[in-house]
Nanobody, 118 residues
Framework: QVQLVESGGGLVQSGGSLRLSCAAS????????VSWHRQAPGKERELVAI????????VFPDSVKGRFTISRDNAKNMVYLEMNSLKPEDTAVYYC???????????WGQGTQVTVSS
């Protein structure tokens, strides 16, 4: 059974830090690119970080560049999102995703809430 389980969300003050974790199981994790996305109330889901299968390549949108870091541990089937200098606009539900192109598979976690107070 494929699972992506996020943890580490919570309430933090503006300027603070959080580390999200995502535990993967039920598939060959190191064959998949992984990413974090977020969705705030009334807004579309947006990508905040993506990592290649080995972790050697990462991409971030300008909104989080320099503040967020994505990493993965293929030996433990884990993905992490380190978030620093958090802002109230970072408040959202954060989702872990694993994706493979050939053959095509796309998995999502259930999400974890991050709330940044001003």
């Amino acid at each position: 059974q494929v699972q992506l389980v996020e943890s580490g969300g919570g309430l933090v003050q503006s300027g603070g830090s959080l580390r999200l974790s995502c535990a993967a199981s039920g598939f060959t994790f190191n064959n998949y690119a992984v990413s974090w996305h977020r969705q705030a109330p009334g807004k579309e889901r947006e990508l905040v970080a993506i990592s290649s299968t080995t972790g050697a390549s990462t991409v971030f949108p300008d909104s989080v560049k320099g503040r967020f870091t994505i990493s993965r541990d293929n030996a433990k089937n884990m993905v992490y999102l380190e978030m620093n200098s958090l802002k109230p606009e970072d408040t959202a539900v954060y989702y872990c995703n694993a994706r493979r192109s050939l053959p095509r598979n796309n998995y999502w976690g259930q999400g974890t809430q991050v709330t940044v107070s001003s």
